[in-house]
């Protein structure tokens, strides 16, 4: 049997709202319901955003410190990830949440063209996200939008400025950049084994090219991120009904190529993360 796929659910993101999908869990209650629900269908992490009562983005430390506690309630030994996202906040606001310790955080190492603006991370602040998250004991994903995002990120971890075994998320499909293109999947995989073959890697796709790249990368061994952040839709003609739904679409995926879906505890020990106490 193949090695195991972990499943990572991207609950509510920055930009979707109940307009486009009434599923869109925003309050910190209909998140941490909303991934409980992800949790049983089989996600071992859950990548989360916190939102503000009207539905715009926060960075608000103390939404995400009852969104922490809620997933810790019930959703035992669940990977918490934490967004230091470009859309929440800006500057060191970005990386207010991070003392209080979650699991991951994810990081972006590179700027690079969104639809309508420019994702901005600059240097500096991808140094002091990195440090603080080397300071609180917080393992990078690292959110490639580029190949030289890969590259950089390889490079900072082999001089010791990335926390934690190296974890780097293909993310395919965004307007203006990288597009879902399996030839350039491909060698961001030979990228991955070739130059960082200790490492882990996953993958996402933007909207309607969800599905395709979470087949191709459970079907090319590594791991993969869903949910209502990323797709709001099962299909041309239906929404997705919850984050449940589109993990339990993955996991049918995995069960095609034989790749049993990771325990958050599996999942744990194949990215270096600390186990949780019994």
């Known amino acids: 049997m193949a090695d195991p796929c972990i499943l990572c659910v991207a609950i509510t993101g920055s930009l979707p709202t109940k307009a486009n999908n009434p599923a869109v869990p925003i309050s910190v209650a209909e998140q941490v319901e909303s991934t409980q629900e992800a949790f049983e269908a089989g996600a071992a992490i859950v990548h989360a955003h916190v939102r503000n009562d009207d539905q715009t983005p926060s960075s608000d430390p103390e939404k995400f410190a009852r969104l922490k506690e809620g997933v810790e309630k019930h959703c035992p030994g669940m990977i918490i990830q934490f967004s230091t996202g470009g859309r929440s906040g800006a500057g060191k606001a970005r990386g207010g949440m991070l003392p209080l310790r979650p699991d991951m955080a994810s990081l972006s190492v590179g700027s690079n063209n969104f639809p309508t603006r420019v994702y901005e991370n600059p240097p500096d602040l991808v140094d002091w996200l990195a440090s603080e998250m ?50 350039v999947f491909d060698f961001y995989v030979h990228t ?66 034989d790749r049993p879906v990771a325990t958050p505890a599996q999942a744990r020990a194949i990215l270096g993360l600390r186990p949780v106490a019994a």
């Open 134 to 183: 080397r300071s609180y004991e917080v393992t990078p994903e690292v959110e490639a939008f580029d190949l030289s995002h890969i590259l950089l990120a390889i490079r900072l971890h082999a001089e010791g400025r990335l926390y934690g075994k190296l974890y780097v998320q293909f993310v395919m499909g965004v307007k203006n950049a990288m597009p879902a293109d399996k030839e």
């Open 192 to 257: 991955m084994k070739t130059r960082a073959p200790e490492a882990a890697w996953c993958a996402a796709g933007i909207g309607p090219n969800q599905l395709i790249v979470n087949e191709w990368a459970i079907a090319a061994g590594g791991h993969t991120r869903t949910g209502l952040e990323d797709n709001v839709r099962l299909d041309r003609d239906r929404l997705a009904p919850s984050n449940a739904a589109l993990i339990r679409r993955a996991a049918d995926l995995c069960a095609k190529y």
